[in-house]
Structure formats: structure tokens, C-alpha cells
């Protein structure tokens, strides 16, 4: 099942490419296409191989673009949910989500929840009806993660992941979270950190 609905998808947002350039520098940081497959790979290992995400989780992409990492965690079946700031990237976003479930790809039970907003602002969290500290995983792509890895240590629960999703290797730490793994996508050239608050 998951197999082939990551192929619709996958499918899907190919198609859509052109919508928007590969590196579209927005107000708060650039908005860059993540290669579906890739990312699926990593993120199944995540919660099969390594057992780092299961189903109780609930996950954030901070700085949720076009809402593909949010797809790929409905067909994984964990609850996600997604802040994008621009308003034309979250509108697409939205209207990604619902051609996705229309067409069945995604899984209505793990529809993500997705606003438009600001990922470091209370305020977001409070339009998704959670707060920061219920989050037990973030995934990021390199935007504000200094920002974002100090409101975690701060306000989230001991135990809590992030996923930081560089598209080179990087020495990024944050005092109050340990680097757990670190696995390269040697096909992209990307590398996968996962840290965990201590």
C-alpha cells in the first residue's frame, strides 16, 4: 500500500515542478523541492529500522512548502501537520493535499493539518489546536534551525526529535540536543541529521 501510494505521489508532484523554481527565495528563508522518494526512504527507516517515529507521534514540518514531507508522513501513517509562511506556497500546499486525497493517495485518517504562518510563533500552533510541546518530532530543511532547536530545548519535551534535512554535510549543533544519527542520501548529495532533546 505504502509502495504505491508513494508512487502517486511521487508521480503527482513531479508533474508539478513547474509551479515553482527548485531554490525560490521566500520572505523567511528558500522554498526548495525535496526528492519524495528519497526523503520516503529515510523517513521509513526512521520509524521501521531504527525506531526513532511511531504512530503516537506528532510531526512538523517547519516550513512545510509545497506539503510533500506532510504526504509522505500521512502514507507512513503518522499524524502531521505543516507551517509554511508564504502565502502562494501554502495556498499550493493545500490544494496538494486535497488533490491527493481525492485521488486516494493519502490516507483521510492521516490527513495533515496544514496553516499558513510562522513556525517560531506560538500563535501558529495555537491555529492548529496544539501547542509547541506536543510536537514530538520536527523535521526541517535548513531554515531557522538555530531558531527553532533553542525553542525546542526550551519548551519541548525531553525526548523530543529533530529532523534537519541539509542539502550538504553541516557540523550544526545546538546545546541541549544530542546528534543521534546522521544518514547520508548519497543519490542527492543530502544528508539526513536526527537529533534528540536531552
Known amino acids: 500500500m505504502a509502495d504505491q501510494s508513494l508512487k502517486h505521489i511521487n508521480e503527482f508532484y513531479n508533474k ?25 526512504k529515510v523517513l521509513q527507516a526512521l520509524i521501521t529500522e531504527f525506531k526513532l517515529i511511531n504512530e503516537k507521534d506528532l510531526v512538523l514540518d517547519a516550513g512545510s512548502g509545497d506539503g510533500r514531507i506532510c504526504a509522505i508522513f ?12 508564504n502565502e502562494h506556497v501554502y495556498q499550493s500546499s493545500i490544494e496538494n493535499i486535497n488533490e491527493l486525497l481525492k485521488n486516494e493517495y493519502i490516507p483521510l485518517q492521516y490527513k495533515p493539518k496544514i496553516i499558513q504562518g510562522d513556525f517560531l510563533d506560538n ?73 534528540r532533546k536531552i
Do not use: A, M, W
Open 74 to 85: 500521512s502514507i507512513l501513517k503518522i499524524q502531521s501537520f505543516g507551517i509554511e509562511f
Open 16 to 40: 508539478l515542478e513547474f509551479r515553482f523554481d527548485l531554490f525560490n527565495t521566500i520572505e523567511k528563508g528558500t522554498f526548495v523541492t525535496g526528492s519524495i522518494k528519497h526523503i520516503f
Open 123 to 195: 500563535e501558529s500552533y495555537s491555529k492548529l489546536e496544539i501547542s509547541f510541546s506536543d510536537i514530538t518530532v520536527f523535521y526541517n530543511y535548513v531554515t531557522y534551525q538555530d531558531l527553532i532547536t533553542e525553542k525546542i530545548v526550551k519548551e519541548s519535551k525531553v525526548g523530543t526529535l529533530f529532523i534537519l534535512h541539509s542539502p550538504c554535510p553541516t557540523d550544526f549543533s545546538c546545546s541541549g540536543l544530542e546528534k543521534i544519527l546522521d544518514i547520508p542520501i548519497k543519490e542527492i548529495y543530502h544528508v539526513i541529521y536526527v537529533f
